[in-house]
């Protein structure tokens, strides 16, 4: 089956710092890759949809200067969170979609804290 | 603009009773609609898709477009369908973003 992996699985930061999380498809070509985010006991909010080789399309409210996504290869996207604040403390989910169909497989997900 | 309505945060049943998760959408276009799974401590994964209308782990759901509605069922519910359940729309546009629903989290009683 289709695999997707994230890394780290949880990180902690200091408040000003920047963080990067990766997502993988391990064993397909990714040419779509989406960028969630879930509070505890919420559900999944799309921050940005990535194209491998474009720019990433941000969703209304989201800072892209402050998530910024790249997605180089059909293989690889990363966010990273910069000069984080307690406040981007959260569950960031990502989903990666092969060339074909509506089906997307999620990463396991990165808990991030910010002290 | 889309939208995904999952009206019960929490639903509870007796292992062996019946079982119904609701789902609502708005959308102008023709649904792509979907239902995710996730288990405790687990990833998100797909659970079913309107248009294959398969049936997976006894579960169905159907697409019904006067109530707008896909209702994801199964007659006999078994402890280990204890989840969080998403209801997902999909979009039209070359994205094919997904909408999700607020979840809705099932507890089987023993």
């Known amino acids: 089956g289709a695999v997707v992996s994230q890394h780290p699985s949880w990180v902690i930061c200091k408040s000003g710092t920047s963080v990067k999380i990766e997502c993988r498809s391990l064993d397909f070509q990714a040419t779509t890759m989406f960028w969630y985010r879930q509070f505890p006991k919420q559900s999944l909010m799309l921050m940005a949809t990535s194209n491998e080789g474009s720019k990433a399309t941000y969703e209304q409210g989201v800072e892209k200067d402050k998530f910024l996504i790249n997605h180089a290869s059909l293989t690889l996207s990363t966010l990273t969170v910069t000069s984080a604040h307690p406040e981007d403390s959260s569950f960031y989910i990502c989903?990666?979609?092969?060339?074909?169909?509506?089906?997307?497989?999620f990463g396991p997900g990165t808990r991030l804290t910010v002290t | 603009a889309q939208r995904v309505t999952q009206p019960e945060k929490l639903l509870s049943v007796f292992k062996g009773a019946p079982v119904e998760l609701k789902c609502n959408y708005s959308y102008s276009g023709s649904p792509e609609l979907f239902w995710y799974v996730q288990y405790s401590r687990q990833r998100l994964q797909l659970l079913l898709r309107h248009i294959s209308r398969e049936s997976i782990k006894g579960f169905t759901a159907d697409l019904n477009k006067g109530e707008t509605s896909f209702h994801l069922k199964k007659p006999f519910a078994q402890e280990e369908d204890s989840a969080m359940y998403y209801c997902?729309?999909?979009?039209?546009?070359?994205?094919?973003?997904?909408?999700f629903g607020s979840g809705t989290q099932l507890t089987v009683l023993p």
């Open positions: 989903s990666a979609r092969p060339s074909t169909g509506f089906e997307q497989y």
């Open positions: 997902a729309l999909g979009s039209s546009g070359s994205a094919r973003q997904l909408t």
